[in-house]
């Protein structure tokens, strides 16, 4: 289910977000830019195992640390980076739900 909702939420908010849009192509656009957030997971491969279904990605894994997570959020601020950071932060908050439902912690 965590990994659907990775595709499922940058889909709907890009739907929300370009429903009445005269540009039809714009919420692909949109949805493609957040899904390029998916490529902060590259960082597992350098964890052994590359996946445990019982380890928490918040703090664990490099770019799934306080200091990326920042740099994210301020890329929400800027329009040429918007979707690319609102994507980032889905990502980041969707792992954070998981921490929370898999280990009752929001963070490592």
Partial sequence: ?????????????????????SD???????YLLMMAGMLID???????????PLRCSIGFHPLHTLVPILIYSGLCLFKPTRWLGVGLMIHIVL????????????VV
């Fill in 95 to 106: 792992d954070s739900i998981d921490c929370q439902v898999t280990n009752g912690v929001w």
């Fill in 24 to 30: 039809k192509k714009a919420w692909l656009k949109a």
């Fill in 42 to 52: 590259i960082d597992h491969l350098f964890a052994y195992p590359i996946y445990d």
């Fill in 1 to 21: 289910m965590h990994l659907i909702l990775h595709f499922l939420v940058p889909l709907i908010v890009s739907l929300l977000f370009f429903r009445s849009d």
